[in-house]
T-cell receptor
């Protein structure tokens, strides 16, 4: 089964700083990639996803992620963070093109943005 | 359109007690999932269902049972609760297709004393 690694456990930034959260996965075949965000006390919400086409995908709230197949990575970026981006971010990978149900989540990265 | 609804939102149990968590979705999704979320471990899949009347084990199924008698409902049962089952439980559902994102409920915070 595939595994997902998020290298940063807790990131602290000031407002307007740039953000990059790392995500690496272990599966060698075709993958579907997702980033979810969980605001304090809320459920997970989809930020963006990649399954084919342009490896640079744009999501909601100014977030984007780049799929680099050779590096097995799907890093999340935002040019300028806001205090409201304080949340926990989860990378998730689902292998294959069919109805594979082996979705794996990373351990999450907690982002704190200081005003 | 409520999406994915979980009940209850909070519950405290004593060791050995049983309970059932209910997940209901109104999006006509085929696939439904139960996860547990623990600090530093992300979400781990307990059980899932690919359609009415079917269930399958996930990554951490021990101590839990599930049922999917109706397409819109997915029940998670704890027959004899243990302190190790203290966690936040999330239900999710999605459309057919591995590229489809999951839609999550608000979670159930469960404490086992």
């Amino acid at each position: 089964a595939q595994s997902v690694s998020q290298h940063n456990h807790h990131v602290i930034l000031s407002e307007a700083a740039s953000l990059e959260l790392g995500c690496n996965y272990s599966y060698g075949g075709t993958v579907n990639l997702f980033w979810y965000v969980q605001y304090p006390g809320q459920h997970l919400q989809l930020l963006l996803k990649y399954f084919s086409g342009d490896p640079l995908v744009k999501g909601i709230k100014g977030f984007e992620a780049e799929f680099i197949k050779s590096k097995f990575s799907f890093n999340l970026r935002k040019p300028s963070v806001q205090w409201s981006d304080t949340a926990e971010y989860f990378c998730a990978v689902n292998a294959g093109r069919g109805n594979n149900n082996d979705m794996r989540f990373g351990a999450g990265t907690r982002l704190t943005v200081k005003p | 359109n409520a999406g994915v609804t979980q009940t209850p939102k909070f519950r405290v149990l004593k060791t050995g007690q049983s309970m059932t968590l209910l997940c209901a979705q109104d999006m006509n999704h085929e696939y439904m999932y139960w996860y547990r979320q623990d600090p530093g471990m992300g979400l781990r899949l307990i059980h899932y269902s690919v359609g009415e009347g079917t269930t399958a084990k996930g990554e951490v199924p021990d101590g839990y049972n599930v049922s999917r008698l109706k397409k819109q409902n997915f029940l998670l049962g704890l027959e004899s609760a243990a302190p190790s089952q203290t966690s936040v439980y999330f239900c999710a559902s999605r459309l057919t297709g591995g590229h489809q994102p999951q839609h999550f409920g608000d979670g159930t915070r469960l404490s086992i004393l």
